[in-house]
């Protein structure tokens, strides 16, 4: 695989993480404030800045 090609596979895995992750706070927020769990949601939200950053980063990669 060239390497353009490598950067695609990570990127697109990268997208799919933050979409998992994006469903995972939005489904914990629509429990009662009470039920909610702020430790995990804080976590998943450092993952998703996380994500973010490779994301551009690879986007960089690819001279998007």
């Given amino acids: 695989m060239g390497k353009n090609q ?3 596979k990570k ?3 990268q997208h799919q993480a933050l979409e998992e992750h994006l469903e995972k ?3 914990e927020k629509e429990k009662p404030t ?3 769990d702020q430790g995990l949601i804080a976590h998943w939200e450092k993952t998703v800045a996380n ?5 551009a980063k690879l986007e960089r990669r690819l001279g998007k």
Avoid: F, P, S, Y
């Fill in 34 to 36: 009470e039920g909610q």
């Fill in 25 to 27: 706070i939005a489904k």
């Fill in 11 to 13: 990127l697109k895995g």
């Fill in 6 to 8: 490598e950067t695609r």
């Fill in 51 to 55: 994500c973010r950053q490779n994301i």
